[in-house]
Structures are given as C-alpha cells and as structure tokens.
C-alpha cells in the first residue's frame, strides 16, 4: 500500500506552489498536505469505497454488493429490490416466522459491483459461489469505513513536483474520488480545501476543519458505527498470535523500509523479539486502555529499534493487521502498522 519515496521539502512545496499555481490564494498547511503513499490517503479512500453491507443477508460479502435492482425469493416470496430500502422487505420476511428455512434465492443473472467499482456479470449460482468463495479466501481486507459520508462537492487543491504546476479539482461523489485516490502519482501532493462536510452514523452533520479532525472522526466511525464492528476481537490474542512485520512506519516519510526483514513475536509475558536473518534482540510491551483509547508501548535497546519506542494509540485491527498511531506532536502524527507474516 505504501511506497518508499521521501517527500521534496515541504518549503520547496510551499514556495512553489505559491508562485505557479492559479488557482485561488489562500493559507496552506503543510499538515494538510498529503500523498499517495500517506497513511491518511488510503482512509479518504477507503470512505469512497462501495458501500456492500446492506445487502449482506443476501450475498453474505462486505467486498462486493448487487447492482440494483434485482429480484429474489425468500420462503415463496419474490421480492423485488429495486431500491436500497427494499432490503428490509428482506429482513422483514425473514424474521416473519421461526419454523421457515430462510434461504434468499438469487434470480439470475444479476451484476456484482466490487468494493472497488469494477463490475462483473454472474450468470448464474455457480458463478456466484465462485466469487463469494474468492473473497471468503481475504477476509483480513481492510473494506470500506462505513458510517461516514461526505457531503459534496469538495475541493482538493494539487501540487505536481514534476511539472512544478498547481491546480485544483471539485470532486461531486464517491466514485470520483475513490478514482481521484486511485490515480494519484508519486509526485502529485494534494490537500483537501477545508471545511468538508460530512454526516456520521446518527446521521449528524459535521464540519471538519483539518485533517486531524477528519482522522478522528475516521477512528469514531471505525469504531462506533455497527456496519464496521462485525466482528469482536481481543487484541490481545490476536497480537501475541504468530509473527509480525512492519508494513509502515510513517514519520513525515515512509520508513519502514529500514525495518525490512524483522519479524516480531509479542509474547504473552510482555516480552517481544524482533528478529533479523537470525539475529535477535529482546525488548517489552505493554497495552491498557485509557479513556477508552487502547494505548500499546513498546520499548527496545538498540539505536534502530528504539525508533519504535512509543507510547501509540490503537487506531484499528484485525486478526492481519494492526495499526497505531502517535498523537503527541499536534505538528505531526506518526504511524506504525504491524502485518502478520
């Protein structure tokens, strides 16, 4: 997901910008500046995903969802779902009885939609077997945040290092942006023109600010919002369960090329023991949870593994991935991501 290049100085991006873009002046931060390669992209991108849980009783996929409208049968009943709402025509029929079997039965030929917008014609049952078996073989993939939705149009200002040009571009939904995300290159830097708008999972609309605050309201989605808490689990357990390596260390640059190699093994002693062709050095770990924020340290002795010394904050998990971040410099957040070998 992350690709190991530094960043130009952040002032050659301010100066230039000033001086070549055309489009309208205003204050940058350079907080607000990201890449294609920052953490923060991939959860812009991740709220433009597809939305596929409604239709969960019918696919049984949070990867891909049924292009509208369709029509199936529950218990002798054909229902047609022709809008989202219909779905509760579905659960409705379901929870009618007690002593019925329950089976949604599909009328084929229907067109799935991914996560990621590309669509697929199944012709029939078979077919469509195949491809929920496909995305039952990942199910570690991080799938879109649900629970948030922006309110466009929004702005995004874009800075190309390569051509040295500025430009600015209004983004009108989802796939747009999701697509914008997608295309991004390694030298274009880009900044959301805040406020955005978004609304949240109680249907509440909020105006964002900065990034800082749109990460934060990421965090609340990701974990108050039902459509992305499927499944409980205890970081504990899934931590102290087999190896680990770094897939990102983020501290204004991607740096986790320097940690390639090591795997780590958190033990149920508090001990970890990063490990590299064969060589070995013991640190400590702890986790607690304060103000019902999930704090992880780490502490090591040697001058490369020390770098990790944190006191991070669990921003989310599953039983492949594990990420955190630091918040204890308002100018810069870090990030440290751990990924089961």
């Known amino acids: 997901m ?7 100085p952040i002032i050659g991006f301010l100066l230039l910008f000033s001086c070549q873009s055309e489009i309208n002046e205003q204050s940058y931060n350079p907080q607000e500046t990201v890449t294609s390669y920052s953490p923060l992209t991939s959860y812009f991108q991740r709220i433009a995903m597809v939305k596929t849980v409604g239709d969960n009783v019918v696919d049984q996929s949070s990867y891909c969802t049924i292009k509208l409208p369709y029509t199936v049968t529950v218990n002798n009943e054909n229902i047609a779902v022709n809008t989202t709402a219909d779905y509760q025509k579905i659960f409705d029929n379901i929870n009618a009885s007690y002593t019925d079997d329950d089976v949604v ?3 084929f ?3 799935m939609i991914y996560y990621n917008y590309i669509e697929k014609d199944i012709p029939n049952e078979a077919d469509f077997n195949a491809l929920i078996d496909y995305w039952n073989l990942y199910p570690d993939l991080l799938s879109k945040i649900n629970g948030l939705n922006i309110n466009y149009p929004i702005t995004v200002n874009i800075y190309n290092s390569a051509s040295q040009i500025g430009s600015s571009v209004s983004i009108t939904g989802d796939q747009a942006f999701f ?4 295309n991004l290159t ?20 909020k105006t964002i600010s900065n990034n800082a605050q749109f990460e934060d309201a990421i965090k609340d989605a990701i974990d108050n919002c039902p459509d992305n808490n499927t499944t409980v689990l205890d970081f504990t357990e899934v931590i102290t369960n087999g190896s680990w390596n770094i897939s990102c260390f983020y501290d204004k640059t991607e740096k986790a090329s320097i940690y390639s190699g090591y795997s780590f093994v958190f033990k149920n002693d508090k001990s970890v023991v990063a490990t590299k062709e064969g060589v070995s050095e013991t640190g400590q770990w ?6 019902g924020v ?3 340290k780490i502490s090591f002795s040697s001058d490369l593994l020390h770098k990790l010394d944190c006191t991070w904050k ?7 991935k594990i990420h955190f971040r630091d918040l204890s410099d308002s100018k810069n957040t870090r990030y440290l991501y751990f990924e089961k070998n």
Do not use: C, G, H
């Open 2 to 8: 992350f690709r190991f290049k530094k960043y130009l």
């Open 186 to 205: 390694d030298s274009q830097y880009i900044a959301l023109k805040y406020p955005v708008s978004i609304t949240d999972y109680n249907n509440q609309t």
């Open 286 to 291: 702890e986790t607690k949870v304060v103000n």
């Open 105 to 107: 039965k599909i009328d």
């Open 314 to 320: 669990l921003f989310e998990f599953n039983n492949s």
């Open 294 to 296: 999930r704090d992880f």
């Open 179 to 182: 697509n914008f995300i997608k």
């Open 109 to 111: 030929p229907v067109t």
